[in-house]
């Protein structure tokens, strides 16, 4: 199975503040990454689609980039709304395997 | 519009079978795929298997042997059947709408989910 790490596994940061998450995969997974957010007691929902591109009603502060195994999302200006927990999602090779989140805190 | 919902019995004995319902609206089940995801309180998601608009399925392998998705398009209705539960089944499980795009499918719907117990 590929294996999807993500780091970091928290962070805090400031209203207004760029923030970036990491996730690389153990092999070339081509772009076939995804982003998706979970807030508190809620299902998660679709922000970035292969790799890079913006899910319909995405606020477009999110970016999705990278390539071959690395890739990251950019929050350009951090807003109340965006706490929650972050997970990044291969779809190259069965089983989709996610990585084990971020948890993103408005500090 | 697209929705999802889980159905099911919140509590399964150990070394009983788990069977949850997934009903759809807005969309057909011969037109999209339907994915089970599942996370255990506060831990991370894990893709259990899917179901194509064909019928075909796909299963994680770690759950493959215990593990069956089947659906009737009549009723909009998509079937998770899991044998040989035990504690660490313990879990939220959701099913997603998959939207294909360059030939993968990411999950732009999900259902609210459905916590399942595993106790005697």
């Known amino acids: 199975d590929i294996q999807m790490t993500q780091s970091p596994p928290s962070l805090s940061a400031s209203l207004g503040e760029t923030v970036s998450i990491e996730c690389r995969a153990s092999?070339?997974?081509?772009?076939?990454l995804a982003w998706y957010q979970q807030k508190s007691g809620k299902s998660p929902q679709l922000l970035i689609y292969y790799a890079s591109s913006l899910q319909d009603g995405v606020p477009s502060r999110f970016s999705g980039s990278g390539s071959g195994t690395q890739y990251s999302l950019k929050i350009s200006g951090m807003q109340p709304e965006d706490e929650g927990v972050y997970y990044c999602?291969?779809?190259?090779?069965?089983?989709?395997?996610f990585g084990a989140g971020t948890k993103l805190e408005l500090k | 519009q697209v929705q999802l919902k889980e159905s099911g019995p919140g509590l399964v004995q150990p070394s009983q079978t788990l069977s949850l319902t997934c009903t759809v609206s807005g969309f057909s089940l011969t037109s999209y795929n339907v994915h089970w995801v599942r996370q255990p309180t506060g831990k991370g998601l894990e893709w259990m298997g899917v179901?194509?608009?064909?019928?075909?399925?796909d299963y994680n392998s770690a759950l493959k042997s215990r593990l069956s998705i089947s659906r009737d398009t009549s009723k909009s209705q998509v079937f998770l059947k899991m044998n040989s539960l035990q504690t660490e089944d313990i879990a939220t499980y959701y099913c997603?709408?998959?939207?294909?795009?360059?030939?993968?499918?990411?999950?732009?719907?999900w259902g609210q989910g459905v916590m399942v117990t595993v106790s005697s």
């Open positions: 999602l291969q779809g190259s090779k069965y089983p989709y395997t």
């Open positions: 997603a709408r998959g939207l294909t795009t360059e030939g993968i499918d990411d999950f732009d719907y």
């Open positions: 179901i194509w608009t064909g019928g075909s399925t």
């Open positions: 092999e070339d997974i081509y772009s076939n």
